[in-house]
């Protein structure tokens, strides 16, 4: 192996995956009763669906990004194996995690000056971040140097198109995407918002859909709009329990549009604990974000 891969549990990336490819994955966390969990504990799987169950009763959950020491501690273990870094992060715009990733991999790169430690901001999330990591596997294991991965995720990233929907309007309040007032005319109207991640990497809230299913067609709607080679590269779907709406989408991509590979995943506690329940998220490449 060239170099090593490294992610956060922002990617929410499936664990045969992160298993397959030998990637470190630093875990952001999440508190419920002043409890503290991580996402991802290589061996250990969290229940989900109890996760989920307590969303659904609106059950308060905190949640913290990648604790810098312990970032430092598991990277400096791959450089001290003699490896090379590729630190692929969770968006900066959404979160703290890649800047304190970055702070602990600077303090690295003075201690191990011969060794190559790259940090690239996704500007991406969830299985977003996590098809640029699927890509940067694909591309070490064809033999691609580390610098080249890197520059190659610089160049494709605001190609990476985010455009979700969620379920229940309370999440998006609480992490202050949208106003009280907002979400209580909304969830009275039945109203669906339709997000997508800018190019700086922001969550941006971009039209409404009246329905569920309508909200499920607007996603559709806009990989229709830019998708590039549909037939040819991966649709990753991101979603909030909710599998029933995932496996809709997933046939109309291969029905309508010759879509072959779908990656579906549940969303890990952090980012499930801001946009909840019921969320679907499609990532795909396009023209533009």
């Known amino acids: 192996m060239s170099f090593a891969i490294v992610t956060d549990t922002g990617a929410n ?16 966390s999440f ?11 290589p061996g250990k799987k969290t229940d989900l ?10 059950k308060p959950i905190r949640t913290s990004l990648v604790n810098e020491e312990l970032a430092k501690e598991q990277i400096a ?3 001290a194996d003699g490896k090379d870094v590729l630190y692929i992060g969770f968006s900066s715009g959404l979160s703290g995690t890649f800047q304190s990733v970055s702070i602990a991999m600077d303090a690295l790169k003075e201690e191990y ?4 430690i790259l940090a690239v901001d996704t500007l991406a999330a969830a299985l977003g971040q996590g098809l640029l990591v699927y890509f940067a596997i ?36 609480r992490g202050g995407r949208i106003s009280a007032a907002t979400a209580v ?13 800018d190019d700086e990497g922001h969550l941006i809230n971009m039209a409404k859909a009246r329905g569920r299913k309508k909200s499920l067609d607007a996603l559709l709607k806009k990989f229709e709009e830019c998708a590039i080679n549909p037939g040819e590269t991966p649709v990753f779907i ?34 499930g604990a801001h946009a909840g329940p019921g969320t679907v998220a499609l990532f795909f490449f396009g023209t533009h974000r």
């Open 13 to 28: 990336l499936p664990e045969e995956m992160i298993e397959k490819n030998e990637l470190l994955v630093l875990s952001l």
């Open 31 to 41: 508190f419920v009763d002043d409890q503290e969990y991580y996402s991802y504990e």
């Open 49 to 58: 669906a109890n996760f989920y169950k307590m969303m659904r009763e609106k």
């Open 77 to 79: 273990a791959l450089l």
């Open 113 to 116: 000056p011969d060794r190559k």
């Open 138 to 173: 694909e591309k070490r294991r064809e033999g691609v140097q580390i610098e080249e991965v890197y520059r190659w995720i610089l160049e494709n990233r605001l190609h990476l198109c985010h455009w979700f929907t969620v379920d229940d309007l309370l999440f998006l309040k």
């Open 185 to 197: 005319v909304g969830t009275a109207l039945n109203i669906k918002p339709i997000l997508h991640v």
């Open 238 to 271: 991101s979603h909030g329990d909710c599998i029933e709406d995932v496996q809709y989408v997933e046939q109309k991509l291969k029905e309508k549009y010759g879509v072959k590979e779908v990656v579906i995943q549940i969303l890990d506690p952090v980012i």
